[in-house]
T-cell receptor, first 109, second 115 residues
Framework: GENVEQHPSTLSVQEGDSAVIKCTYS??????FPWYKQELGKRPQLIID?????GEKKDQRIAVTLNKTAKHFSLHITETQPEDSAVYFC????????FGTGTKLQVIP | ETGVTQSPTHLIKTRGQQVTLRCSSQ?????VSWYQQALGQGPQFIFQ???????GRGNFPPRFSGLQFPNYSSELNVNALELDDSALYLC??????????????FGPGTRLTVL
């Protein structure tokens, strides 16, 4: 089955700085890579996703890059704001979602 | 907010009891997946249902079982509850299965506490 590793487990940045979270996956059949933001006590919410036929995708301050050869993908958040503070999960799937272990992002005002 | 609903929101049970959790999928979605999220961890895939049939299962014992109904709503049943079953149980619906992965929409979850 798929195995997804995620780093770092915690990340503190100053407001306005950039944050980068990295994930690797093992199953070469995985072709869809969503990123979820989960605030305390709430459901995971999709913030951006990328499919294996695309190398990069941007949505305002958020971008995701995918390197299929190396089997890794990354989330980039620019101009971080305090409301970006949450736990972020990467995931990979050919069918069911396999989540990474999560990154707790703290944006310090 | 997604159109996925779950009930109940919270539940307290004791060891050895049985529990049924319910999920209503978003309109137009025929695939439901269930996940267990222990405190401080990422969600773990339990199983997926597509058109009333189990369509994939994670590393969970047989005492975790499920159903999907003709209206695509779903139930998760857990027998012989153990303390480690305490977790947030999430269901997610998506528009299709088999033709490739699609975005999953998560419900708010059911918080199960086993004493």
């Amino acid at each position: 089955g798929e195995n997804v590793e995620q780093h770092p487990s915690t990340l503190s940045v100053q407001e306005g700085d950039s944050a980068v979270i990295k994930c690797t996956y093992s199953d070469s059949a995985s072709n869809y890579f969503p990123w979820y933001k989960q605030e305390l006590g709430k459901r995971p919410q999709l913030i951006i996703d990328i499919r294996s036929n695309v190398g990069e995708k941007k949505d305002q301050r958020i971008a995701v890059t995918l390197n299929k050869t190396a089997k890794h993908f990354s989330l980039h958040i620019t101009e971080t704001q305090p409301e970006d503070s949450a736990v972020y999960f990467c995931a990979a799937l050919p069918r069911e979602v396999t989540f990474g272990t999560g990154t707790k992002l703290q944006v310090i005002p | 907010e997604t159109g996925v609903t779950q009930s109940p929101t919270h539940l307290i049970k004791t060891r050895g009891q049985q529990v049924t959790l319910r999920c209503s999928s978003q309109s137009g979605h025929n695939t439901v997946s269930w996940y267990q999220q222990a405190l401080g961890q990422g969600p773990q895939f339990i199983f997926q249902y597509y058109r009333e049939e189990e369509n994939g299962r994670g590393n969970f014992p047989p005492r975790f079982s499920g159903l999907q109904f003709p209206n695509y709503s779903s139930e998760l049943n857990v027998n012989a509850l153990e303390l480690d079953d305490s977790a947030l149980y999430l269901c997610a619906s998506s528009p299709a299965s088999g033709g490739g992965p699609n975005e999953q929409f998560f419900g708010p979850g059911t918080r199960l506490t086993v004493l």
